[in-house]
């Protein structure tokens, strides 16, 4: 073997990853845990380029937005070693690109300290001194085609982001982005470089969650592709206040011109500026910007190339001559040094001066570059590089024969009949492949594969046989719909729908988690916040073993089981009405305190508050016909404001009462806009506070005469706002927080019943610090069946059991549970109908006045 090369000295080759400490004590990196400062990212990235060592190897490292893999990468870039940076969530191209290139090093994730598996001492491959950096160009194929690229190239193209960005060491970005995708590495490159600081987080932009840290992090920036805006449209981004927002910028792929419009529009009336970006992987990220004040009048512009790079147009075969259009040709110092196909390509130079981007454009008389077409068939499709004849090999190895074809919204399979195989299991294979959405796949089996005359591919065939966008939903997005539809008696209901956007609440939660557990398999977490169209690509496999289920679902049964139990009474577990109260909050904040404009968010919270009130208020009617339980007062909801003191069966709907009256004070608090912008700029700040207000009248400080019952909704308020704050920690010291809190103030709330209080805190503190708990399938379906009729038992089991009592306790706890289930099954079966009811009623009356 000969000689490695030698680089020259390292600390001068890529000064955005070598000179982070001259950035002192500002925050590099703000995660939910807290923020990490520039001189603790130098001290990280230090320690572990000594733990690489000198001699320069290939380190494998699959990408994430977190802080251990960018100290890696950074560390890895300071010290020589080229990176071979891999998509983190896709097993299959991980294990694709270690068989292909063999490297010397290879980063396992980890849930704390990454694991550096260091394969060799000396790397097996002769390496140039230039390169710094190698991405796949396909997306998350694991293609072994690599774009090679140099320090100079990830420093230049660094460099000119800041500049036309005007990037500022005031900023900060969120990684909106995959780590391993260019642009979303760029965002991070362009932003260190300049001392600015990085939100880094991996949640979508579909996330409240993600919103929450961006107003706390004071983030100034957003980077998105076309189905980012998607998403954005979704949660109301319009209407967002994000009062230190600088600049959004949009690249991998083409945004529709009115929609380029629109956000220029919205960015100037709220002082932000719209970049859209051109750009490719073989040039580092970036070619051309859109200037800002240029998008409202030439919205389908890529704009001017980049400071330090050109453009210029050569003929294409596939234009005519003499009208302005011919190939993209792009020169920069951030231009690749060419492809690797293999670990020997890993010792070339540069091979490539130029980059034919392989796009048709023309140039404008002010200057400006318009993309007209592309030359090659590979497809840019929300932001993925998808070469379709790597999807056709892929299926080729499954035995599947493919043709594939398409555009950049999505790709047309014509596969060949093969038996066991229909559209919905190639559909999953391919977008498994190419990491695209299933609705981005379009699938149709054929007898014959389209062929030309000379027995070539007819491409534009299988582009024929596209179905139309309007009804290109998939078979799994068609049947969720329908579920949707069904269980939230919703009529526009898409694939681009969530279940939070569609209004459900915690009441509609726990149906709709089983039903789609039993047709997806394990759920991810966020589900309730994904598009259906994303749902069947992120839930995973239900476990051979054990199941999880969701722990505030869990304690609704829990609690609802201890209530009736206690009621009866064949045991004593008392306090599962107010630990109730803390999973009404924590609910809440989870399902209405969307990032929904506040008039939204303000009918979701009317509507959920029907949902609670009327089916109380129709079983108190019943009851007052079959028994003298209840009054006039306890139809109205107003027993507990107007007989504080009575301790009688009056007093049986008191949770009901306390719960109503708590989220209209809330839904009339979260109305006034003041009060709508401090909770999206302080959404544990809020909870906080009102935790301190209600704990005013749980201590008797303040509070209104003869109101001092464990019922009363004055008294009972500060455990569904410490339910909410819950909700919102997201940090160790924030759980700890509430954690504290609950643990100070539970205590003496239920005067000689300590194990009440007991059962209290522990219900809050396993909300607080565990989302799910170990379960099974059957144990998930009978935990689902109680949680969702939790309200329905509850209000029935006051009128049943006594019926049963005489003869046997445990008959009478039964009974109670099942006919709560089946009053709740009649209630979700009669609310979607009554529309319709009324529908017939007035027509009946108005045929009864003409007659």
């Known amino acids: 073997m000969k000689p490695l090369p030698s680089p020259p000295a390292r600390g001068s080759r890529l000064p955005l990853a070598h000179g982070l400490a001259q950035h002192g004590d500002r925050a590099a990196f703000v995660t939910a845990d807290g923020e990490l400062s520039y001189r603790e990212l130098a001290r990280r990235v230090d320690e572990t380029a000594r733990r690489l060592g000198p001699e320069r190897r290939v380190v494998l490292l699959p990408g994430s937005n977190t802080v251990e893999a960018l100290v890696i990468h950074l560390a890895a870039l300071s010290s020589g070693h080229p990176v071979l940076l891999v998509p983190g969530d896709h097993s299959e191209a991980v294990a694709s690109?270690?068989?292909?290139?063999?490297?010397?090093?290879?980063?396992?994730?980890?849930?704390?300290?990454?694991?550096?598996?260091?394969?060799?001492?000396?790397?097996?491959?002769?390496?140039?001194?230039?390169?710094?950096?190698?991405?796949?160009?396909?997306?998350?194929?694991?293609?072994?085609?690599?774009?090679?690229?140099?320090?100079?190239?990830?420093?230049?193209?660094?460099?000119?982001?800041?500049?036309?960005?005007g990037i500022r060491d005031t900023d900060r970005a969120a990684t909106t982005l995959p780590m391993h995708y260019c642009y979303g590495l760029s965002v991070i490159h362009s932003h260190l470089l300049r001392g600015a600081g990085l939100v880094l987080t991996g949640l979508s932009v579909a996330d409240a969650c993600f919103w929450d840290l961006f107003r706390a992090a004071r983030g100034t920036a957003l980077a998105g592709v076309p189905y980012t805006f998607d998403l954005l449209d979704r949660v109301g981004f319009a209407d967002m206040d994000l009062p230190h927002l600088r600049y959004v910028t949009q690249a991998g792929g083409r945004l529709a011109p009115e929609r380029v419009r629109r956000y220029a529009g919205l960015g100037l009336r709220h002082g932000w500026d719209l970049f859209v970006m051109y750009g490719q992987t073989e040039a580092t990220a970036r070619m051309a910007y859109l200037p800002p004040e240029r998008a409202a009048t030439h919205p389908g512009a890529i704009g001017v190339p980049v400071p330090g790079g050109s453009f210029r147009l050569e003929p294409a075969d596939e234009v005519a001559e003499g009208d302005g259009v011919g190939e993209l040709v792009y020169s920069g110092p951030n231009v690749m040094l060419g492809y690797a196909h293999s670990p020997e390509d890993l010792a070339l130079g540069r091979t490539v001066d130029v980059l034919r981007t392989g796009d048709l454009a023309r140039r404008t008389e002010d200057g400006l570059y318009e993309i007209v077409g592309r030359r090659s068939r590979f497809l840019k499709i929300l932001g993925l590089r998808v070469d379709p004849q790597q999807v056709e090999r892929a299926l080729e190895r499954q035995g599947v024969r493919a043709l594939c074809a398409g555009d950049d919204e999505r790709i047309v399979v014509?596969?060949?009949?093969?038996?066991?195989?229909?559209?919905?299991?190639?559909?999953?294979?391919?977008?498994?492949?190419?990491?695209?959405?299933?609705?981005?796949?379009?699938?149709?089996?054929?007898?014959?594969?389209?062929?030309?005359?000379?027995?070539?591919?007819?491409?534009?065939?299988?582009?024929?046989?596209?179905?139309?966008?309007?009804?290109?939903?998939?078979?799994?997005?068609?049947?969720?719909?329908?579920?949707?539809?069904?269980?939230?008696?919703?009529?526009?209901?898409?694939?681009?729908?969530?279940?939070?956007?569609?209004?459900?609440?915690?009441?509609?939660?726990?149906?709709?988690?089983?039903?789609?557990?039993?047709?997806?398999?394990?759920?991810?977490?966020?589900?309730?916040?994904?598009?259906?169209?994303?749902?069947?690509?992120?839930?995973?496999?239900?476990?051979?073993?054990?199941?999880?289920?969701?722990?505030?679902?869990?304690?609704?049964?829990?609690?609802i089981l201890c209530v009736v139990g206690s009621h009866i009474p064949i045991f004593e577990i008392r306090g599962g009405a107010h630990l109730l109260l803390a999973v009404a909050g924590f609910n809440f904040a989870r399902f209405l305190l969307t990032s929904a404009e506040r008039r939204a968010r303000v009918r979701r919270t009317a509507r959920s508050i029907a949902r609670i009130a009327l089916p109380c208020m129709a079983w108190t009617a019943f009851a007052l016909l079959v028994s003298d339980d209840y009054d006039l007062t306890n139809l109205l909801l107003v027993h507990n404001l107007v007989a504080p003191q009575d301790m009688g069966p009056g007093i049986h709907l008191w949770f009901v009462e306390a719960l109503v009256y708590i989220l209209l004070t809330v839904l009339l608090l979260l109305a006034v806009p003041a009060v709508d912008r401090f909770e999206r700029r302080f959404p544990y700040g809020l909870p906080l506070a009102l935790v301190t207000l209600g704990l005013l009248t749980r201590y008797e400080l303040i509070g209104l005469p003869d109101r001092t019952q464990i019922t009363d909704a004055i008294t009972v308020f500060w455990l569904f706002a410490l339910g909410w704050a819950a909700a919102r920690s997201h940090t160790v010291p924030q759980r700890l927080l509430v954690t504290l809190t609950a643990l100070a103030t539970v205590p003496g709330f239920f005067p000689g019943e300590p194990r009440r209080?007991?059962?209290?805190?522990?219900?809050?503190?396993?909300?607080?610090?565990?989302?799910?708990?170990?379960?099974?399938?059957?144990?998930?379906?009978?935990?689902?069946?109680?949680?969702?009729?939790?309200?329905?038992?509850?209000?029935?089991?006051?009128?049943?059991?006594?019926?049963?009592?005489?003869?046997?306790?445990?008959?009478?706890?039964?009974?109670?549970?099942?006919?709560?289930i089946g009053y709740h099954s009649a209630v979700s079966w009669l609310t979607p109908r009554v529309p319709e009811f009324r529908g017939v009623f007035a027509a009946r009356v108005r045929r009864f006045s003409v007659l």
């Open 97 to 165: 690109l270690i068989d292909a290139y063999d490297p010397d090093v290879v980063v396992h994730p980890a849930s704390g300290d990454w694991r550096i598996e260091e394969r060799r001492a000396v790397s097996a491959h002769a390496l140039h001194p230039d390169l710094a950096l190698l991405l796949s160009t396909s997306g998350s194929t694991g293609s072994p085609k690599l774009v090679r690229l140099s320090y100079e190239n990830l420093q230049a193209n660094a460099e000119s982001i800041a500049a036309y960005l």
């Open 414 to 559: 014509a596969a060949a009949r093969r038996p066991g195989w229909d559209t919905r299991r190639i559909r999953r294979r391919v977008t498994d492949e190419c990491g695209l959405p299933p609705r981005a796949v379009d699938v149709h089996v054929v007898d014959e594969l389209p062929r030309l005359p000379n027995g070539k591919p007819d491409y534009p065939a299988v582009r024929a046989l596209a179905t139309p966008m309007a009804t290109a939903a998939t078979d799994t997005g068609d049947d969720l719909c329908a579920l949707y539809a069904r269980i939230l008696d919703r009529t526009d209901v898409t694939p681009d729908s969530t279940f939070v956007d569609l209004g459900g609440d915690s009441l509609t939660y726990v149906e709709m988690s089983l039903h789609l557990e039993q047709r997806l398999g394990q759920l991810p977490p966020s589900w309730h916040t994904t598009p259906l169209r994303e749902l069947e690509q992120r839930a995973e496999p239900s476990p051979a073993r054990g199941r999880r289920v969701e722990t505030s679902v869990a304690l609704r049964a829990i609690a």
């Open 757 to 820: 209080e007991l059962f209290v805190m522990a219900g809050f503190v396993i909300l607080v610090w565990f989302p799910t708990l170990p379960s099974t399938p059957r144990v998930n379906r009978v935990v689902a069946l109680l949680a969702g009729s939790s309200l329905a038992i509850y209000l029935t089991h006051w009128q049943i059991y006594p019926v049963f009592d005489g003869l046997s306790k445990h008959l009478a706890f039964v009974v109670s549970l099942a006919f709560g």
